[in-house]
């Protein structure tokens, strides 16, 4: 066995999925190729989310076959960078809006209700206790989102598809809004979290080449 555990040649073992799971094989062939297709957002525009994705559910294979496949459709280089750092912006937001629970869990007067949008207002706190990396943060989530190579509406789209990887629904709250504002239609908005159910369930998909190899040793 290899030192490595990641070894493109380990994909080969997908081959057998065809004997051992293939009405699960067909469909999930089927559901990709649905999910990526031309439709309200381009295959491009597709490809570049994925790629976004990919990064979330931090697959090597993913990466590696979406960003063929995004090149392949005209994205620039520039571009998958400008999508992945939309990725560690709403990442490093997850983290932000999310310790609001931190400060209720310290106030014995604080609501029971986990997620509202009233609980956003603690932010002010984690501003207050951690200023300098607050202002660091909101510095950094206000670069990664400015219209560059990718416009606004486009990032604001990879965002609500990131934030629904990420399953933070604040993040998918504001930046939904963002997006709608910026002009994304609910067609778009639609086809985007669809790219993220498609790569989430690819992330895993993939990874069976790692359990065969490894059943196999």
């Not at 699960?24 to 957002?41: H, I, P, R, T, Y």
């Amino acid at each position: 066995m290899t030192n490595s555990l990641y070894q493109k040649e380990n994909l080969k073992n997908l081959n057998q999925l065809k004997n051992i799971a293939p009405d699960q094989l067909q469909a999930f062939s089927e559901f990709n190729k649905a999910v990526l297709k031309e439709g309200a957002l381009s295959k491009k525009d597709k490809e570049i989310i994925a790629v976004a994705i990919a990064h979330v559910t931090e697959c090597p294979y993913c990466i590696d076959s979406h960003t063929r496949s995004a090149k392949a459709e005209g994205a620039s280089l520039d571009e998958l960078v400008e999508a992945v750092f939309v990725v560690a912006g709403v990442e490093s937001g997850g983290a932000v809006t999310h310790s609001t629970h931190m400060q209720n869990a310290v106030d014995p007067e604080a609501s029971d209700v986990l997620y509202g949008r009233s609980n956003l207002k603690k932010l002010g706190k984690l501003g207050k206790y951690a200023s300098d990396g607050f202002k660091g943060y909101s510095n950094f989530s206000a670069s990664v989102m400015k219209a560059g190579k990718l416009s606004g509406k486009f990032k604001e789209i990879i965002a609500v598809a990131v934030a629904h990887a990420t399953q933070c629904p604040y993040c998918i709250d504001v930046h939904t809004k963002n997006a709608v504002k910026a002009g994304a239609t609910n067609e778009e908005l639609s086809e985007a979290v669809m790219v993220t159910s498609a790569l989430l369930a690819g992330g895993a998909y993939a990874h069976i080449a790692n359990m065969i190899q490894s059943f196999g040793d």
